[in-house]
T-cell receptor
Framework: DAGVIQSPRHEVTEMGQEVTLRCKPI?????LFWYRQTMMRGLELLIY????????DSGMPEDRFSAKMPNASFSTLKIQPSEPRDSAVYFC?????????????FGSGTRLTVV | GDSVTQMEGPVTLSEEAFLTINCTYT??????LFWYVQYPGEGLQLLLK?????DKGSNKGFEATYRKETTSFHLEKGSVQVSDSAVYFC?????????FGAGTTVTVRA
């Protein structure tokens, strides 16, 4: 099992540019989560998909952020336009059912720097 | 709402020392509780979990007991190694959502 795969590992972009982060969940997992990690705010849940459908996007900070899951094996998180305050590590995680039983499996993250 | 409070770090220990990281939670009902570990440059990994009161989770020499009466889930290890240097996160789950504590950075010196 390759685990949750995220790309790119590092992204440096200029303010105002569009950024797309990618995630491949573990095969068979039906829940997918995007988290953001910063020193100031810790780990924040941005959006939760179940069976490819967005269930809870209340954590998406602004309209500049959007996420899609076109199929069970792929999801994207897009920021357009990017701003320096978006600099953070973005994690994708997947699970089979609720984490109460199985926890989440996290990817290695994408470190985004907006200059 | 649900919340998790962890002891602040950083924590620096010598090899073979005893490690305790305190974690308390606020939640209605009986959430499941977790400890995750994050090694430098990596994502979070599930270390152990407990799903009901008095359950003890254990893994890799780490232990934590779900204490409903004190709403706590303290992490312990009897003899740490340099390879245990990492950030440790306490978390609770309700339905699909995991709520994390702020994390505690642990450094173990040889």
């Amino acid at each position: 099992d390759a685990g949750v795969i995220q790309s790119p590992r590092h992204e440096v972009t200029e303010m105002g540019q569009e950024v797309t982060l990618r995630c491949k969940p573990i095969s068979g997992h039906n829940s997918l989560f995007w988290y953001r990690q910063t020193m100031m705010r810790g780990l924040e849940l941005l959006i939760y998909f179940n069976n490819n459908v967005p269930i809870d996007d209340s954590g998406m900070p602004e309209d500049r952020f959007s996420a899609k899951m076109p199929n069970a094996s792929f999801s994207t998180l897009k920021i357009q336009p990017s701003e320096p305050r978006d600099s953070a590590v973005y994690f994708c995680a997947s699970s089979l059912g609720f984490p109460s039983n199985y926890g989440y499996t996290f990817g290695s993250g994408t470190r985004l720097t907006v200059v | 709402g649900d919340s998790v409070t962890q002891m602040e770090g950083p924590v620096t220990l010598s090899e073979e020392a005893f490690l305790t990281i305190n974690c308390t939670y606020t939640a209605t009902g009986y959430p499941s509780l977790f400890w995750y570990v994050q090694y430098p440059g990596e994502g979070l990994q599930l270390l152990l979990k407990a799903t009901k009161a008095d359950d003890k989770g254990s893994n890799k020499g780490f232990e934590a007991t779900y204490r409903k009466e004190t709403t706590s889930f303290h992490l312990e290890k009897g003899s740490v190694q340099v390879s245990d240097s990492a950030v440790y996160f306490c978390a609770l789950s309700r339905d699909y959502k995991l709520s994390f504590g702020a994390g505690t950075t642990v450094t173990v010196r040889a």
